[in-house]
T-cell receptor, first 110, second 118 residues
Framework: RKEVEQDPGPFNVPEGATVAFNCTYS??????FFWYRQDCRKEPKLLMS???SGNEDGRFTAQLNRASQYISLLIRDSKLSDSATYLC???????????FGAGTILRVKS | DVKVTQSSRYLVKRTGEKVFLECVQD?????MFWYRQDPGLGLRLIYF???????EKGDIPEGYSVSREKKERFSLILESASTNQTSMYLC?????????????????FGPGTRLTVL
């Protein structure tokens, strides 16, 4: 079983739609959680950290459910520029390593 | 602004050649990482380093070695390139820990090197 699992998609949505991605992780000792965004042929960049209380950054909301070991990302009012691959990332309890999911592809169409 | 640079964007090598991929960061970061990214598999950690002359194996170190002689530079070496090492190679760096889950965890990536081994 992969340490971090995501639905690969693609999710094809119209502009203005709300879309949600989930991600599950297997290591219950994981301490930190993140969403990274990767545009086509570009490097991954941090989108947002995910906190236990949930957090919001503009149109983006991230949630963490430790009991069920999943993380979610909600994007409201999708824009064409949101088209990208979204990577779920988990940091373990020890050490500096991040574990990346394979990514979920989002395509926003006009 | 953090900048991570990689020596080449595209590289074509022949089977059996020795390949050097270089990564340089300008943020005085302690930690540096080498990943490869393949479709459907995501990013997989090859090697990482917490300090100069320090290295640790990641999840897929076989067929690779690394060198960190200076804090800002982390090199990935393919001793004898094989076709299954055709991939996108990404270097990343991150800063020292201040608080748990703080800025430390953010990894900044270089633009990647697409390596093709024929």
């Amino acid at each position: 079983r992969k340490e971090v699992e995501q639905d690969p998609g693609p999710f094809n949505v119209p502009e203005g739609a709300t879309v949600a991605f989930n991600c599950t992780y297997s290591n219950s000792a994981s301490q930190s959680f993140f969403w990274y965004r990767q545009d086509c042929r570009k490097e991954p960049k941090l989108l947002m950290s995910v906190y236990s209380s949930g957090n919001e950054d503009g149109r983006f909301t991230a949630q963490l459910n430790r009991a069920s070991q999943y993380i979610s990302l909600l994007i409201r009012d999708s824009k064409l520029s949101d088209s990208a691959t979204y990577l779920c990332v988990v940091k373990g309890a020890y050490g500096n390593k991040l574990v990346f999911g394979a990514g979920t592809i989002l395509r926003v169409k006009s | 602004d953090v900048k991570v640079t990689q020596s080449s964007r595209y590289l074509v090598k022949r089977t059996g050649e020795k390949v050097f991929l270089e990564c340089v960061q300008d943020m005085d970061h302690e930690n540096m990482f080498w990943y490869r990214q393949d479709p459907g598999l995501g990013l997989r950690l090859i090697y990482f380093s917490y300090d100069v002359k320090m290295k640790e194996k990641g999840d897929i170190p076989e067929g690779y070695s690394v060198s960190r002689e200076k804090k800002e530079r982390f090199s990935l070496i393919l001793e004898s390139a094989s076709t299954n090492q055709t991939s996108m190679y990404l270097c990343a760096s991150s800063g020292p820990s201040r608080t748990s889950g703080g800025a430390w965890d953010t990894q900044y990536f270089g633009p990647g090197t697409r390596l093709t081994v024929l």
